[in-house]
T-cell receptor, first 112, second 107 residues
Framework: KAGVTQTPRYLIKTRGQQVTLSCSPI?????VSWYQQTPGQGLQFLFE???????NKGNFPGRFSGRQFSNSRSEMNVSTLELGDSALYLC???????????FGQGTRLTVV | KNEVEQSPQNLTAQEGEFITINCSYS?????LHWLQQHPGGGIVSLFM???GKKKHGRLIATINIQEKHSSLHITASHPRDSAVYIC?????????FGTGTSLTVIP
């Protein structure tokens, strides 16, 4: 079965712009969570969606937002990009909080 | 304070050696994942554990819930095992991650 698909894989944006990243979970999975990976901070939790509702949010500024659609696909948006937003953004999907999570390949965002 | 601590941070081994990576955590968890990340690559979940022990090929993962500790073992290590190994614990809907162990296996 198809894995977790993140698009695009690579992205270069300019400071001040906004960006939207997409995550398509494994078919049947209703939980999607997002993570940021930077060399200095490692992996950090951004937010988690289940059945179109945000259930949990990490300690990130309001410039980071997300949503989930009825087909469980999720998008995250970062507005007014800063150089420090350059990172690998990962999403993971699972059927629910008690089942195994599967990670996507990530989107590598570079802000210049 | 980190909810998840991994050791060692860096590890170099000769091909064929037995390798152990340790993970200790301080929060109540529903599951623990061992993840593998190759340079420039995405993340692959190797194991999900909530109790006991799991084995997949040359990889073995164990967890002791009472001691809040897990280990990842690699038997007969191979250069293709060179990667960063990350311990992640799940509490409800959120993961906490260790900082990773960078493993290099020399032929």
């Amino acid at each position: 079965k198809a894995g977790v698909t993140q698009t695009p894989r690579y992205l270069i944006k300019t400071r001040g712009q906004q960006v939207t990243l997409s995550c398509s979970p494994i078919s049947g999975h209703r939980s999607v969570s997002w993570y940021q990976q930077t060399p200095g901070q490692g992996l950090q939790f951004l937010f988690e969606y289940f059945s179109e509702t945000q259930r949990n949010k990490g300690n990130f500024p309001g410039r980071f937002s997300g949503r989930q659609f009825s087909n469980s696909r999720s998008e995250m948006n970062v507005s007014t990009l800063e150089l420090g937003d350059s990172a690998l953004y990962l999403c993971a999907s699972s059927m629910d909080r008690h089942t195994e999570a599967f990670f996507g390949q990530g989107t590598r965002l570079t802000v210049v | 304070k980190n909810e998840v601590e991994q050791s060692p941070q860096n590890l170099t081994a000769q091909e064929g050696e037995f390798i152990t990576i340790n993970c200790s955590y301080s929060v109540g968890i529903s599951a623990l994942h061992w993840l593998q990340q190759h340079p420039g690559g995405g993340i692959v979940s190797l194991f999900m554990l909530s109790s006991g022990k799991k084995k997949h090929g040359r990889l073995i993962a164990t967890i002791n819930i009472q001691e809040k500790h897990s280990s990842l073992h690699i038997t007969a290590s191979h250069p293709r095992d060179s990667a960063v190994y990350i311990c992640a614990v799940r509490t409800g809907n959120q993961f906490y991650f260790g900082t990773g162990t960078s493993l290099t296996v020399i032929p």
